[in-house]
């Protein structure tokens, strides 16, 4: 069997995917460094920041599309750094909510203040129309995999 030429895009696009996925991390790492933080932290603190409300560490995983285990991992040592809390969580005894701590929104604020001006400059080549349908398509891609 052989691909259709949608199918040889797709694959391509997702390979594409795939090294950017890893070059972005390696650009978040380089981006936390001097706040003490790694790429998959500011993954962590983004996520319980954007949703407003507490996650589960499960809940992050499926918004960050972590693994359960490496964001309880990343929830237990950011909870000794001071990042985040544990909470009761009414709707489940043993899925307690994460929650970030002072010190966790001041580092979160810290990284936007670090992050706007690399995107704003990162984004200048690339025109309004491009990044519409790539945030477009990204996210019919996500939709066909999960949430």
Known sequence: MQHTKKGQLFTASILEIFRVSGL???????????LGLSSARWKV??????SGNPLTVAQVARVMGLTRQAVQRLADAMAKDGLLIYQ????????????????????????????????????????????????????????????
């Open 45 to 50: 603190l983004g996520a319980i920041h954007r």
């Open 24 to 34: 972005l991390a390696m650009e978040g790492d380089r981006l936390t460094k001097e």
């Open 88 to 147: 009761d969580n009414p709707q489940h005894k043993r899925a307690n909510h994460i929650v970030l701590t002072a010190k966790g929104k001041k580092v979160f604020s810290k990284i936007t203040k670090i992050q706007i001006p690399w995107a704003n400059q990162n984004s200048k080549n690339i025109s309004l129309e491009e990044l519409n349908t790539t945030l477009s398509v990204l996210r019919k891609i996500t939709m066909l995999f999960g949430s």
